[in-house]
């Protein structure tokens, strides 16, 4: 069985890296869509993040163009969170499943599921709902339990480490300019 796994950050990954090829998965292949970040530099510094664990922990992660112009035309005039965050969120999951559908993947998953500032429960559904609409598989694994985990490894390998969520909206919302 081929897994594509959704990967938001270096860190995030870490843990659901380990978790999902000790199970039952032939192959598993990182997806790293998030026309979300911004600014661009940022995207730049999570991408290379990633590309470092990816050595490290030997497996291999796909690549797509950085497009954040999808990210702001999906969620135009709805930049008040939580409305926000779901339209990012099926945006990513849904670019996902269709990549994984047309590539022969057999499930997706995301790194979305490790983090306890996500609504947890929202991802699932959004994930369950565009695998019906595209005829595909989700994995659903509760990564929860591996966060800390997750964050102190990329803490020890002195891993990039971002502060927000990646988006604009949410980068003001934590520094609060007045």
């Not at 030997?58 to 926000?84: C, D, H, T, W």
């Not at 996500?118 to 994995?139: C, G, S």
Request: hydrophobic letters at 35%; proline letters at 4%; aromatic letters at 14%.
């Amino acid at each position: 069985m081929r897994l594509l796994l959704h990967i938001c950050c270096g860190p995030c990954a870490l843990y659901p890296i380990k978790e999902l090829t000790n199970n039952e998965f032939e192959e598993v292949v990182g997806y790293y869509y998030n026309p979300n970040i911004h600014p661009p530099s940022e995207y730049k510094k999570r991408r290379n993040a990633l590309h470092d664990a990816e050595k490290k922990l030997g497996f291999n992660v796909i690549y797509p163009s950085y497009n954040m112009e999808e990210y702001f035309r999906k969620v135009a005039l709805k930049e008040g969170s939580p409305e926000r965050c779901r339209l990012c969120w099926e945006l990513r999951l849904r670019e996902t499943a269709r990549f994984a559908k047309e590539n022969k993947f057999n499930a997706f998953t995301t790194t979305l599921l490790i983090s306890p500032y996500q609504d947890h429960a929202v991802i699932k559904e959004l994930a369950e709902n565009i695998a019906k609409d595209e005829d595909m598989e989700f994995y659903y694994m509760d990564f929860r339990k591996g966060f800390r985990a997750s964050q102190e490894d990329a803490k020890k390998s002195d891993m990039y480490r971002q502060k927000y969520c990646g988006c604009v909206f949410s980068e003001l919302e934590r520094v609060k300019i007045k």
